[in-house]
T-cell receptor, first 110, second 115 residues
């Protein structure tokens, strides 16, 4: 079973920030938090990952709670191209199995 | 350019036939994965392989088989024993030794329809 919990779907207006939450209450100290997104009829693509500190890259920001039991993917200014399914997954040092949950389907309203 | 190539992109099969989906990568990655995705659902792990000549069952391995004779290739066979094989199949790879930090690279997928 997936070790993360995400809302099934979210809506946001174009050009506004989007905050996608993820709960991972059973996270261990060496688990990294990864985010992927999947556009329609394509394979998922990497977005960002982090361990403890907040992370920024050209696609998004990742805010990690101090207790690491939750995290939030932040899209600073949503565009229609950001409409996708976003997956939050945990990756441990010895995790051969990489398990995805159902993700959050993000709808962007023009 | 380096990447993962899945073929065919679309495949139709009659009930009772086996079909093999190809996955080839030129990224020199050690670990490879097969996932199944049904409409509106997330990805479910079928099989994975960390090294040549070795592979493990994922969460939904029944009715599927794989081989890993070469590092760059990880074909998936959907057998007639798979009760509901119509789905979108995704192959992915990652370098060994980066299981917690490395980026998982995906192919573009193969869409199998059983008639």
């Amino acid at each position: 079973d997936a070790k993360t919990t995400q809302p099934n779907s979210m809506e946001s207006n174009e050009e506004e920030p989007v905050h996608l939450p993820c709960n991972h209450s059973t996270i261990s100290g060496t688990d990294y938090i990864h985010w992927y997104r999947q556009l329609p009829s394509q394979g998922p693509e990497y977005v960002i990952h982090g361990l403890t500190s907040n992370v920024n890259n050209r696609m998004a920001s990742l805010a990690i709670a101090e207790d690491r039991k939750s995290s939030t993917l932040i899209l600073h200014r949503a565009t229609l191209r950001d409409a996708a399914v976003y997956y939050c997954i945990l990756r441990g040092l010895r995790d051969d199995k990489i398990i995805f949950g159902k993700g959050t389907r993000l709808h962007i309203l023009p | 350019d380096g990447g993962i190539t899945q073929s065919p992109k679309y495949l139709f099969r009659k009930e009772g036939q086996n079909v093999t989906l190809s996955c080839e990568q030129n990224l020199n990655h050690d670990a490879m994965y097969w996932y199944r995705q049904d409409p509106g659902q997330g990805l479910r792990l079928i099989y994975y392989s960390q090294i040549v000549n070795d592979f493990q069952k994922g969460d939904i391995a029944e009715g599927y088989s794989v081989s890993r004779e070469k590092k760059e290739s990880f074909p998936l066979t959907v057998t007639s024993a798979q009760k509901n094989p119509t789905a979108f199949y995704l192959c992915a790879s990652i370098p060994q030794g980066h299981m917690n930090t490395g980026e998982l690279f995906f192919g573009e997928g193969s869409r199998l329809t059983v008639l």
